[in-house]
């Protein structure tokens, strides 16, 4: 003898059940996802900011404790080319190019390298501008001009994602 009522399968409770978790699973993944391709972008400037600050201490520490004059092209083409990378080229508007190992921000966009100045406020997005600063220092996200600091010291700050800024100095 069989029973007319023992089906098999799953009820609708169940079928719903499983695709609320499901879905709440999928929510969680699409709205974590872009911080941290965010976070990784924003990691990978910070290094690209490391690197040039090196860069920045290297150079001065080969030329008497000067640093490049952004507005002697002579001084940032050298810059460019010994101590960033020999393959980068530099236009008019001090934009690095045609680096050899991809020095460029992680969206493509060209590196710019600019002189800072005190007055500037903070953008709101990635401006892709490498600010650099002469006797500075770090003070959070900003960077200090003071000649109490020193010829020595630099400052560079760089907008990230976010509206967040990468202020590192040689301090």
């Given at each position: 003898?069989?029973?007319?009522?023992?089906?098999?399968?799953?009820?609708?409770?169940?079928?719903?059940?499983?695709?609320?978790?499901?879905?709440?699973?999928?929510?969680?993944?699409?709205?974590?996802?872009?911080?941290?391709?965010?976070?990784?972008?924003?990691?990978?400037?910070?290094?690209?900011?490391?690197?040039?600050?090196?860069?920045?201490?290297?150079?001065?520490?080969?030329?008497?404790?000067?640093?490049?004059?952004?507005?002697?092209?002579g001084?940032m083409?050298?810059?460019a080319?010994?101590?960033?990378?020999?393959?980068c080229?530099?236009?008019?508007?001090?934009?690095?190019?045609?680096?050899?190992?991809?020095?460029v921000?992680p969206?493509?966009?060209?590196?710019?390298?600019?002189?800072?100045?005190?007055?500037?406020?903070?953008?709101?997005?990635?401006?892709?501008?490498?600010?650099?600063?002469?006797?500075?220092?770090?003070?959070?996200?900003?960077?200090?001009?003071?000649?109490?600091?020193?010829?020595?010291s630099?400052?560079?700050?760089?907008?990230?994602?976010?509206?967040?800024?990468?202020?590192?100095?040689?301090?």
């Amino acid at each position: 003898m069989t029973n007319k009522n023992n089906k098999k399968g799953f009820t609708i409770i169940e079928v719903v059940l499983v695709l609320a978790i499901a879905g709440l699973i999928f929510l969680m993944v699409f709205i974590a996802l872009p911080a941290l391709q965010r976070s990784q972008r924003n990691t990978r400037r910070r290094q690209d900011m490391a690197r040039i600050l090196s860069a920045f201490n290297d150079y001065q520490a080969n030329n008497n404790g000067n640093f490049p004059n952004p507005d002697t092209a002579g001084d940032m083409e050298k810059f460019a080319k010994k101590y960033v990378d020999p393959s980068c080229t530099l236009d008019t508007n001090n934009n690095l190019s045609g680096c050899a190992d991809q020095f460029v921000d992680p969206d493509g966009t060209q590196y710019t390298i600019i002189k800072g100045d005190s007055q500037e406020s903070k953008a709101d997005n990635v401006d892709h501008n490498i600010r650099f600063y002469t006797s500075a220092k770090c003070n959070g996200e900003a960077a200090t001009s003071d000649a109490k600091y020193g010829t020595r010291s630099i400052a560079i700050t760089y907008v990230l994602e976010g509206g967040a800024v990468y202020c590192g100095d040689n301090q």
